[in-house]
Protein backbone atom coordinates (compact mmCIF):
# COMPACT_ATOMS: atom_id res chain seq x y z
CA UNK A 1 0.00 0.00 0.00
CA UNK A 2 2.76 2.46 1.08
CA UNK A 3 4.85 1.84 -2.18
CA UNK A 4 1.29 2.10 -4.78
CA UNK A 5 1.16 6.01 -2.62
CA UNK A 6 5.02 6.69 -3.39
CA UNK A 7 4.64 5.64 -6.90
CA UNK A 8 1.26 8.20 -6.75
CA UNK A 9 2.72 10.81 -5.58
CA UNK A 10 5.61 10.55 -7.75
CA UNK A 11 3.71 10.15 -11.02
CA UNK A 12 1.65 13.29 -9.68
CA UNK A 13 5.09 15.49 -9.40
CA UNK A 14 6.15 14.16 -13.07
CA UNK A 15 2.69 15.16 -13.97
CA UNK A 16 2.79 18.69 -13.12
CA UNK A 17 6.23 19.28 -13.85
CA UNK A 18 6.67 17.81 -17.68
CA UNK A 19 2.75 19.58 -18.51
CA UNK A 20 3.74 22.76 -19.55
CA UNK A 21 6.39 21.66 -21.42
CA UNK A 22 4.01 19.28 -23.53
CA UNK A 23 1.79 22.61 -23.75
CA UNK A 24 4.45 24.22 -26.33
CA UNK A 25 2.88 24.84 -29.89
CA UNK A 26 4.26 22.92 -32.53
CA UNK A 27 4.44 26.44 -34.72
CA UNK A 28 8.00 28.02 -34.12
CA UNK A 29 7.83 31.53 -33.01
CA UNK A 30 9.54 33.99 -35.14
CA UNK A 31 9.31 37.50 -33.60
CA UNK A 32 9.03 38.04 -29.52
CA UNK A 33 5.54 39.98 -28.82
CA UNK A 34 5.59 42.09 -25.69
CA UNK A 35 3.87 40.38 -23.38
CA UNK A 36 6.74 37.01 -23.30
CA UNK A 37 9.00 36.82 -20.67
CA UNK A 38 12.48 38.73 -19.90
CA UNK A 39 15.20 36.52 -22.08
CA UNK A 40 17.55 36.28 -18.15
CA UNK A 41 14.10 34.78 -16.86
CA UNK A 42 13.79 31.92 -19.84
CA UNK A 43 17.78 31.16 -19.85
CA UNK A 44 17.66 30.85 -15.67
CA UNK A 45 14.47 29.55 -14.78
CA UNK A 46 12.64 28.09 -17.41
CA UNK A 47 14.76 26.21 -19.22
CA UNK A 48 16.26 24.18 -16.60
CA UNK A 49 12.95 23.27 -15.69
CA UNK A 50 11.60 22.45 -19.15
CA UNK A 51 15.21 20.33 -19.33
CA UNK A 52 14.22 18.83 -15.75
CA UNK A 53 10.98 18.19 -17.49
CA UNK A 54 12.23 16.55 -20.58
CA UNK A 55 14.18 14.18 -18.38
CA UNK A 56 11.57 13.37 -16.64
CA UNK A 57 9.34 12.87 -19.99
CA UNK A 58 12.16 10.31 -21.19
CA UNK A 59 11.63 8.18 -18.28
CA UNK A 60 7.86 7.76 -18.84
CA UNK A 61 8.55 7.72 -22.73
CA UNK A 62 9.80 3.98 -22.28
CA UNK A 63 6.72 2.19 -20.84
CA UNK A 64 4.63 4.62 -22.57
CA UNK A 65 6.25 2.95 -25.84
CA UNK A 66 6.09 -0.35 -24.64
CA UNK A 67 2.21 0.39 -24.33
CA UNK A 68 1.74 1.66 -27.53
CA UNK A 69 3.02 -0.48 -29.48
CA UNK A 70 1.26 -3.42 -27.57
CA UNK A 71 -1.89 -1.90 -27.82
CA UNK A 72 -1.98 0.23 -31.34
CA UNK A 73 1.36 -0.10 -33.18
CA UNK A 74 0.82 2.41 -35.48
CA UNK A 75 0.26 5.30 -33.37
CA UNK A 76 3.72 4.27 -32.11
CA UNK A 77 4.88 8.15 -33.23
CA UNK A 78 2.63 9.81 -30.96
CA UNK A 79 4.67 8.99 -27.61
CA UNK A 80 7.96 10.25 -29.26
CA UNK A 81 6.29 13.16 -29.90
CA UNK A 82 4.22 14.04 -26.39
CA UNK A 83 7.06 12.74 -24.39
CA UNK A 84 10.03 13.29 -26.45
CA UNK A 85 10.43 15.61 -29.15
CA UNK A 86 8.03 18.48 -27.78
CA UNK A 87 9.89 18.86 -24.75
CA UNK A 88 13.00 18.86 -26.50
CA UNK A 89 11.90 21.69 -28.81
CA UNK A 90 10.57 23.90 -25.75
CA UNK A 91 14.79 23.54 -24.58
CA UNK A 92 16.55 23.30 -27.18
CA UNK A 93 14.95 25.40 -30.64
CA UNK A 94 12.36 27.66 -29.15
CA UNK A 95 13.65 31.31 -29.23
CA UNK A 96 14.61 33.39 -25.83
CA UNK A 97 12.43 34.87 -23.85
CA UNK A 98 9.56 33.31 -26.13
CA UNK A 99 7.87 32.03 -23.47
Known sequence: ?????????AFALVALVAAPASAVTNERIENVDSGACPPMLDVL???????????????????????????NPTEWKLPVDQLLTRPA??????PLGSH
Do not use: E, H, K, N
Request: charged content about 15%.
Open 89 to 94: RYVFVD
Open 1 to 9: MRSVRRFLA
Open 45 to 71: FLRPVGLVGLAMSAVLWVPAQVMTLAI
